[in-house]
């Protein structure tokens, strides 16, 4: 008895640390891992499941689009525009300045080489994500000849591009390869 | 926490007298809202929305639960359980109107009660956490909504749910991960659906929590009122049970018949046709808005058309699209600061001919212009009108409030409520000369939110 009070007092001296100290630490540090490690599977069943990742390819034949032709396909569940781009249209979306646009890109940076004239993006805007105007027949186009979204006045021009209206960027262009000449795998 | 002659509560028979030593759940009714609670005599009918408010929750929470019996929360087949409730269910189409109806009261109700708040002051000093929680009710309120507003999957709720979960993608570096995260997907489907469900479940229960606290810090000072006099004597009290019972219950009778009428007669006047489409998410519909509620503040969101650069540089410092979720959060938060940025010692809007000229003639018409631009579509004049109306809710909240309270000459105050009602207060004459407590510890605030007369 008399022992663990001197021993007691003398741990006591060393600047008020005490034996139990330790544990407090050790029972609180164990249980914040506990708790983090927890949380862990409670946030990621949140993110897209395996059977929403598996269906994140599309491949899309792209042989029947005529120039001036658009086509809607669907990628992860959004659509995807497939658009033959005219010699007129190409000629337009080069003679921009580019240094001019809100996201400066060339046509040639959005579409692969050897295939200038097929123009593949998220046919999302990138305001709010509706879907813009202009790859079907007859549907506005915009002030630039490209696609128009109806929610909030995005104007996208022949490239894609946003020219006018509170989108930040150009409509995405995914990542796709060409498998053959005329198909192309998305994704 | 009430005060010195607020009746007691005593039990009756031996049965009461055994459950209050027990659970003494009566007498916490009693002290609550029965004669037990002491309330100041003048309360207009601006502050029956407390209860209604009370009610609607209830109304929202009883009425989805049974539809919740009938609906399935999956991409495939959600619509057609919600035609199925309208057609075939018993008396589903009553459940369903009352609760897409009962949708709109709540914020009817609420919005009441926020400009109650807003022209009476009543988030000033000692009611500042009163003021807090409730702005965290109306952010739970918001949230359930827009996910209930999902849950029919026509062609509104998807565009809405794109659009919305769209806001967060504003965000730097981790806005495209953190919509994917809260979607569960690259665009919404069956586990945005499945989790909105979920959590609209989930959160009626979660606000009935903070209206308990609510609740609770309104009982630590008592209710305001509208003179913005505190009590001071038991002459300036009535006791809530039966003196508000009755007038809430007549403002609830006449709720209940204004949302009758509604959802009898036009239960589809404050939606939207097209979410009687099924949703399709490769095609938006024209013009997308969210619901009625929402229009104020999705005007701020569109108001801002323009990114802020550095003058002549062309860099861009924030984009268009994340000024206007900062300024349509903002809005919102705002509200937060409210208890300490007007500063004025006088409470009641009565009694402030300045800040009274801004209400009424700054942010009233300011509030209403948003609410039309936010149904109306993005184009002139409604932009033009809507960032007008967007920079005018701001100053009002951070620059003209705070410079009106320091330049404002308030009318003089009534000595007390009893003096506001009566024309007369009997009560001694020195409590006036001295001191402006009048001997009621505990239920006042410090003496400086009371003016010199």
Same mark, same amino acid.
């Given at each position: 008895m008399a022992t663990d009070t001197a021993v007691t007092r003398d741990l006591e001296s060393q600047e008020g640390v005490r034996r139990r100290d330790w544990i407090h630490i050790a029972a609180l540090s164990t249980a914040g891992v506990g708790a983090a490690s927890v949380l862990i599977p409670l946030i990621s069943q949140m993110a897209p499941s395996a059977d929403v990742l598996a269906a994140s390819t599309t491949e899309v034949d792209v042989s029947a689009i005529q120039p001036g032709q658009a086509i809607k396909a669907v990628f992860r569940k959004q659509p995807l525009f497939v658009r033959r781009l005219t010699a007129k249209?190409?000629?337009?979306?080069?003679a921009v300045d580019v240094s001019s646009l809100r996201d400066p890109q060339t046509l040639a940076e959005r579409t692969k080489p050897g295939h200038e004239d097929l123009l593949v993006t998220m046919g999302v805007c990138t305001h709010l994500g509706c879907v813009p105007l202009g790859a079907a027949e007859g549907e506005n186009k915009g002030e630039f000849g490209g696609y128009f979204c109806p929610c909030h006045g995005s104007h996208y021009d022949t490239a894609a591009r946003i020219r006018k209206g509170p989108a930040p960027k150009n409509l995405m262009v995914p990542d796709y390869t060409f498998t053959s000449d005329t198909v192309i795998r998305v994704g | 926490m009430s005060f010195a002659w607020a009746k007691q509560y005593e039990p009756k028979t031996p049965l009461m007298k055994w459950l209050d030593e027990k659970l003494p759940l009566p007498r916490l009714v009693y002290n609550a809202v029965g004669a037990g609670y002491p309330v100041p005599r003048n309360l207009n009918y601006m502050w029956n929305f407390g209860v209604l408010a009370g009610f609607c929750l209830l109304l929202q929470i009883v009425t989805g639960v049974v539809l919740a019996m009938h609906y399935a929360a999956n991409a495939q087949v959600a619509f057609g359980t919600v035609e199925h409730i309208m057609r075939n269910v018993n008396y589903g189409w009553l459940l369903r109107y009352a609760h897409a109806n009962g949708a709109s009261f709540f914020f009817i109700v609420v919005y009441l009660h926020i400009f109650r708040g807003f022209f009476y002051s009543s988030y000033k000093a000692p009611r500042e956490m009163i003021w807090l929680l409730g702005v965290v009710i109306f952010l739970l309120m918001m949230a359930t909504a827009f996910m209930g507003y999902v849950l029919p999957w026509g062609q509104m709720s998807f565009w809405g749910a794109q659009v919305i979960t769209g806001l967060f993608s504003a965000i730097p570096l981790v806005g495209e991960p953190l919509q994917v995260w809260l979607l569960g997907g690259y665009a919404p489907d069956n586990a945005a659906l499945n989790r909105f469900f979920s959590l609209h479940f989930l959160l009626p229960f979660v606000i009935a929590g903070v209206v308990i606290l609510h609740i609770w810090a309104l009982h630590i000072p008592g209710s305001s009122n509208p003179t913005g006099v505190e009590v001071k004597q038991e002459s300036d009290?009535? /006791? %809530? #049970? $039966?003196?508000y019972t009755a007038k809430d219950g007549f403002g609830l009778g006449v709720f209940l018949i204004l949302f009758s009428v509604m959802v009898f007669f036009l239960p589809n006047a404050l939606g939207h046709p097209d979410n009687y489409i099924e949703a399709n998410p490769l095609s938006t519909p024209a #013009? &997308?808005? /969210?619901?009625?509620? %929402?229009?104020?503040?999705? @005007?701020?969101?569109? @108001?801002?058309?323009?990114?802020? !650069?550095? /003058?002549? !540089?062309? &860099? !861009?410092?924030?984009?268009?699209?994340?000024?206007?979720v900062i300024a349509m959060f903002g809005a919102i938060l705002l509200w937060f600061f409210l208890p300490w940025l007007?500063?004025? $010692?006088v409470r009641s809007g009565h009694y402030r001919p300045l800040f009274r000229k801004f209400f009424w003639f700054g942010l009233i018409p300011a509030m209403i212009a948003l609410f039309i631009c936010g149904g109306a579509p993005a184009e002139e004049p409604y932009v033009i009108?809507?960032?007008?109306? !967007? @920079?005018?809710?701001?100053? #009002?909240?951070?620059?003209?409030?705070? &410079?009106?309270?320091q330049i404002e000459v308030p009318k003089p105050l009534p000595f007390s409520i009893t003096e506001a009602v009566l024309g007369k207060d009997k009560a001694p004459a020195e409590s006036r000369a001295g001191s402006t407590d009048a001997g009621t510890p505990g239920a006042l605030p410090e003496g400086s939110l009371q003016p010199a007369e």
């Open positions: 249209e190409i000629e337009e979306a080069n | 009290t009535v /006791p %809530f #049970h $039966p003196y #013009h &997308i808005v /969210p619901e009625w509620y %929402f229009w104020p503040f999705y @005007a701020i969101l569109r @108001a801002f058309t323009g990114d802020l !650069t550095i /003058p002549f !540089t062309g &860099i !861009t410092l924030i984009p268009a699209k994340l000024l206007g007007d500063k004025s $010692p009108i809507s960032q007008v109306a !967007t @920079a005018y809710y701001f100053l #009002h909240f951070l620059v003209i409030l705070p &410079i009106v309270s």
